[in-house]
């Protein structure tokens, strides 16, 4: 609910990140809540080098902000 109001007050201003196989790897909850707000387009971009070491790195980021 944060993000869809969020959304609704400043627009859609950080892309969903995908990779070549049109699969999120960042974004999740920005989709959601796009969903949700009935959106027909979102900013999307498409990470297709090095996405193992980009994945891990937010796994990283994930778990540290989990910790707080």
Same mark, same amino acid.
């Given at each position: /609910?944060?993000?869809a @109001?969020? &959304?609704? /007050?400043?627009?859609?201003?950080?892309?969903? +990140? &995908? $990779?070549? @196989?049109n !699969? &999120?790897? #960042?974004?999740? !909850? =920005?989709?959601? #809540?796009?969903? %949700? *707000?009935?959106? %027909? %387009?979102?900013? +999307?971009?498409? =990470? /297709? $080098?090095? &996405? #193992?070491?980009?994945? !891990?790195? *937010?796994?990283?980021?994930?778990?540290?902000i $989990?910790?707080?």
């Amino acid at each position: /609910e944060y993000v869809a @109001n969020s &959304i609704k /007050e400043f627009g859609f201003k950080v892309p969903i +990140v &995908i $990779d070549k @196989n049109n !699969t &999120i790897v #960042a974004g999740h !909850t =920005r989709y959601k #809540a796009s969903m %949700e *707000l009935g959106l %027909e %387009e979102v900013l +999307v971009t498409c =990470r /297709e $080098d090095n &996405i #193992a070491s980009y994945k !891990t790195m *937010l796994k990283t980021f994930q778990k540290q902000i $989990d910790k707080q």
